[in-house]
Every structure is written in C-alpha cells, then in structure tokens.
C-alpha cells in the first residue's frame, strides 16, 4: 500500500525532538557560558514571519508534507517519459521567465508545469566514449538501461559506430518493447523525424544514426543485413508494435517516385512505401489503422474507432512551434498530439508507455536561435500539463528530462523583470534599474543570453524559421546590438568561438517526476538510471 510520505514523518519526529530539547534546556535553568541560549528566546520580526516568501514557502511546505511516496514495484500502471531535447538547466530558467513574462509577470517567479512536480533530480548525460553526449548514445540511454558510444542507437558500447555485424549481435532490449510484451500499448509523439536520433531509440537497433532511411545505408550494411531505421518501426516485432505514432520525417517511409501533399519527394530507394505497409500489416490483423498526415486529418481522428494511429506531418522535422502558422498542410502542436496520444492509449485497461519529445528546443539552439528554443520548451512545457491534467499520480509515473544540454548562458547582471530575450539594463547604486541598457567594456550593449559556439549574430528580423541562420555565413563575437531588436523572432544571440552550428553542453541535466516511483529520481544519476526507475515502476522487466 502507497507509504503517506515518509520524509513528513521524519520532520515531524525532528519538531517534536527538537521541542522536547529546548523543553529540557529551559527546565535545566542556568545559562552557563559556552552552552546554547534557550531556542525560545528567538522570535521572528515581522518583516519576516509576514513576508510574502516566508508565507509561500509555508503553503508550499504543507503541499510537500502531503506527497505521497508510492515504492511498490508495479504500481505505474502507465509511464510518460517527456525529453526535451536539449532542454539544459539554463534553458528551463530561460523559458521558465519567457512564459511568465508572456503572461505579464516578471517572470523569474514563474512555474513551469513540471517544476510544480514533487521530486526532482540531476542526470549525468556523458556516452561511453564522449564527455559532451549527441543524442543517440543518451537516447539509448534512457530507454534501454545501458550507456553507449555516441551516435549509436541501442546496441552495446562495444560495437563500434557503422559496424554492421557488430550492431547485429549486440542488440538491446528498449523499455517501449518491454511494455508492449506486457500488454499495455505504446505511443512515441516528437516535432522531430520520427526516425531521428530520440524518437527511434524507443524501437531501432543501428550502429549509426543517421540510416534513417535506405538510401544512408551503405552496401556493405545492406550485404550484412542491416534494416534502416523506418523500416525497423513499421516492422517492429514486440507485442503488436507501436500503437500511436506521431511527428515528421515522411520523407523516410515514401519511395523517392511519390511526391507527398506538401510537394516533397520521398528518399526511399527500395521502392517501399512504408506508409501503406503500415497499413497493410494491421488491417490484414482486423485493426483499424489510421493515417494521417495534415491538421484536417489530426482534427478528423476518431479515437473510439482508431486501433492504431500513424501521423507523419512533415518532410523532414515539423515546424518550430513559433512557425507553425506557415505550414502548407498545417500541422497540430506538441501539446494537441500529447492529448490525442493519451486519449488512444488510455483504452487499454491493462496501461501504457508514451514518449514525448520536443525535438526542435535542440534545433533552436543549434541555429543560434534563443527565441526558437525557448518558445518550443513552453510549448513543451504545455504538453506536459496535458498529461498532468489528464492522468492520476495514484496510477501513472510522469518523468520529465533533458537528453543533454546547450551552451546557453544567462549573463550579467539584468534588473528584475528585464525581458529575457533583451539587452542587459543593471541596477544603479540604490537598486533601482539604469535608464538605458549596459555597456560592455567595447562601449557596446549586450544580451542577457548569449552562446559560447555557433554562428553567431544575425538580425533576420521577423523571420520565426530559425533554421534560415544556416544560409548565412558564421558571424561570431561581438556586433552593435544598439539598434537592434533582440526580442525579435529573428534575432540570433552572439556567440564566442565561430562553429558551423551552436554545440551541445557537457553538464548535468535536470529531471523532475511525479507519481509511482518518481521519489526514486532524486540525487544525481546516471542517465541509463531512468530506465531502471520505469522498469521498476511500470514491472517490466522479465522475471
Ligand atoms: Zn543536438
């Protein structure tokens, strides 16, 4: 049965121990030198026992008071796991002020969803043969219990990036197939290629990343048997496969002689269509197999009669949230797919395990693009409210986390409120805010955030596709910002050492959980920990 929260249990022994001394110490009388004065001769002045802080950090005392720990192995009837990829600490603090600021706030106050969480932790994101990950190796990570090189996806660390016959007899097992061979349904929604590095780690075994399709393989791959990574999908073999499948990367399934309804062709050179396998394989079942690929489709979804769901918006990734409104076909929100996902899955009584990835916060960033990528992590952090509105902490597990982080900074010393996404304004000598923006020892102003690598300024205006950066040439260090608009959408922070993209980070990463076996989370781990902690609480793993 579900513990009520033993640390409440704890403190409240410590008060009462604590009580029971100063109790003692005052009966003891004499106050002899070298001893404790008694601790009730302390009384708190108003100006703090009244502060607004002190009166929070009560309520939010008693909310934590009555967390319960649920340490059952098997009590996660269903597991959420929501990666923002690349969603570093600096990132959340950034995104965290943006949305509140967004709401009329000053913004540091703000909460994003899962920071309302109860537990949170630090993960340690190095691959095996890497100091700074790439998301394949931490993918793998996470959903397979095991670290590995960087740019594999689930095969053992020995096997080396590209060997085909290594990756052949080093395969590992992925916490989405465990729960499938138990029953429960199984559900991956990402903005990125759902044959991209995060997403397929739930179901491909490759020694390379990057064969998302046939046309990456090389002959001696194909020779030796290995299967790309959307090929794998369609084909996977645990349970009766995945049920919900929703992000982009259509250009993987389609052969290269079908243009799809956005204009692009398909990269395919086997001439499969992958899509209409999909379809085959489950309607030859009897189930009702459902693909769409279009907002009208997505908003025509009938859940009471859709067995399985296919959903492929896009070419290549789907648009930065912030982009959206320019889609051809028009395509749903992170957010929108999270609610139809659960809505499919919840019809299983026997539950089960959905990944959510907002892939293109790790985008934003890599263009340069502070205003992509923290407008995609408030989106994510929508997309986690969903699940937190629309499930019970008494039955599902939601773990939230990064892949890895980016080298954002959060610099100088801005006045309270300043707009995250603006030029620096300190404090004068009395702390109130300068009337004009800081200057840097060259004379000009500088942003609050900003990147140590990447390509640097630029000024794109209202451009809101960040990716356009990559058109132009790499611009590093400094620029005069002091007629520039950096709160635009198109706007690309400085960076200090001139790269083709902005780099991934090497620190840890937070992870905050709610639910049957979150309390497991806390403390600094190892990434391949949080397949442990799923595995325990949803009782997957073979006996
Ligand atoms: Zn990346």
């Not at 079908?258 to 309607?283: A, C, I, K």
Request: charged residues 20%.
């Amino acid at each position: 049965m579900a513990v009520k929260h033993l640390i409440a249990a704890a403190l409240g022994a410590a008060l009462v121990s604590a009580c029971t001394e100063s109790g003692d110490t005052a009966a003891a009388s004499s106050h002899r030198a070298g001893e404790k004065s008694p601790a009730a001769s302390i009384t708190l002045p108003p100006q703090q026992r009244d502060s607004a802080w002190f009166a929070q950090a009560q309520r939010d005392l008693g909310a934590a008071s009555e967390v319960v720990i649920d340490n059952r192995p098997g009590a996660a009837k269903n597991i959420i796991l929501f990666v923002g990829d690349g969603m570093g600490i600096s990132t959340v603090t950034a995104a965290r002020i943006l949305a509140g600021q967004q709401q009329g706030m000053s913004g540091e106050e703000y909460q994003l969803s899962f920071e309302k969480m109860p537990f949170a932790g630090l993960i340690k994101t190095y691959n095996t043969n890497q100091q700074t990950p790439d998301s394949a190796g931490t993918a793998t990570a996470i959903m397979s219990g095991v670290k590995t090189k960087a740019g594999v996806l689930n095969v053992a660390e020995d096997v080396p990036r590209g060997d085909c016959l290594a990756s052949r007899q080093r395969p590992l097992v992925t916490v989405l197939e465990l729960a499938e061979s138990r029953g429960k349904s199984t559900g991956v929604v990402s903005t990125a290629r759902l044959t991209h590095a995060t997403p397929a780690s739930t179901y491909a075994k490759v020694p390379e990343r990057g064969w998302e399709s046939d046309d990456a393989l090389p002959a001696d791959a194909k020779e030796n048997g290995c299967v790309d990574i959307a090929a794998q999908m369609v084909a996977l073999e645990a349970g009766n496969g995945i049920d919900v499948a929703m992000g982009g990367g259509r250009r993987h399934f389609l052969p290269v002689s079908v243009t799809d309804l956005e204009g692009q062709p398909g990269r395919r050179q086997d001439g499969r269509n992958l899509v209409q396998e999909w379809q085959q394989r489950y309607r030859a079942g009897g189930a009702s197999a459902v693909y769409i690929e279009d907002q009208a489709g997505f908003e025509g979804v009938d859940i009471a009669a859709t067995d399985k769901l296919l959903g492929l918006f896009e070419s290549s990734h789907m648009r930065y949230e912030e982009d959206r409104g320019n889609d051809v076909a028009g395509e749903p929100s992170l957010s929108a797919m999270t609610a139809t996902a659960l809505k499919l899955l919840e019809k299983n009584s026997d539950g089960y395990f959905l990944l959510v990835e907002s892939g293109r916060i790790d985008h934003g960033h890599h263009a340069g693009s502070a205003y992509s990528a923290l407008t995609d992590a408030v989106e994510f952090a929508r997309a986690v409210q969903v699940a937190m509105d629309g499930t019970s902490a008494e039955d599902t597990l939601i773990i939230v986390t990064a892949d890895h982080s980016h080298v954002l900074t959060i610099a100088g010393y801005p006045t309270r409120g300043n707009p995250i996404l603006g030029k620096v304004v300190t404090n004068d000598s009395h702390g109130e805010p300068e009337p004009a923006p800081a200057t840097a020892k060259d004379g000009m102003p500088f942003t609050t955030l900003s990147y140590a690598t990447g390509r640097g300024f630029a000024d794109l205006g209202d451009e809101t596709d960040a990716d356009v950066r990559y058109e132009l040439p790499a611009a590093a260090g400094r620029h005069d910002l002091s007629e520039i608009d950096t709160t635009a959408p198109g706007f690309h922070q400085e960076a200090l050492v001139p790269l083709a993209g902005e780099t991934h980070a090497g620190e840890d990463v937070g992870i905050w959980a709610r639910g049957p076996g979150a309390h497991l989370l806390g403390g600094t781990n190892e990434q391949s920990y949080i397949f442990h902690v799923m595995a325990r609480s949803g009782a997957l793993l073979p006996h």
